[in-house]
């Protein structure tokens, strides 16, 4: 299986993942590429069997960057994708010390809904998505522990359905 990955990475944790992604799909003897959005043109994408979006998630949105890729994007109707978010991992209030409920949390992690409508918009057809979380200390990274096999399950997931 031909795959290509466009990430937009803004501080390591996206193209980490990418890497990791790409280094097991490999092992299972697929052909992958990766590249930032930055560096290609979303007119010259070339054919893909799978095609993997990730983005970090600022502000609780994709960035800009990726949003203007996807929507330049030109692929036929039932092409295969599958997302990769990252996001702050969750913290206490720091009035109330109070953990948020997941559908606060969700709220605010707009970034695979953001991805999945610019997609779903060109009859692309969602496989798989991943959601791994970083630091919250920093929003920067790293990334927590676990995310290896989080991309693991991620593969397992996408051999699966395609």
Do not use: C
């Amino acid at each position: 299986m031909r795959i290509a990955v466009y990430h937009a990475s803004k501080y390591g944790n996206g193209a980490k993942l990418a890497e990791e992604l790409r280094k097991l799909m490999v092992e299972k003897g697929n052909e992958v590429e990766v590249h930032h959005v930055s560096d290609m043109s979303p007119r010259d994408v070339p054919p893909a069997d799978l095609y993997v979006f990730g983005s970090p998630t600022h502000f609780g949105k994709a960035p800009g960057d990726m949003i203007r890729f996807l929507k330049k994007l030109s692929l036929p109707p039932g092409t295969r994708y599958a997302v990769i978010a990252t996001f702050s991992a969750a913290m206490p209030d720091k009035r109330t010390g109070k953990m948020p409920a997941e559908d606060e949390l969700e709220r605010v992690r707009r970034t695979v809904p953001m991805i999945d409508e610019q997609l779903k918009a060109k009859g692309m057809i969602k496989v798989a998505e991943m959601r791994a979380f970083v630091n919250p200390d920093t929003m920067k990274g790293p990334l927590l522990d676990g995310w290896q096999e989080k991309v693991l399950m991620f593969v397992t997931q996408i051999l699966e359905r395609t």
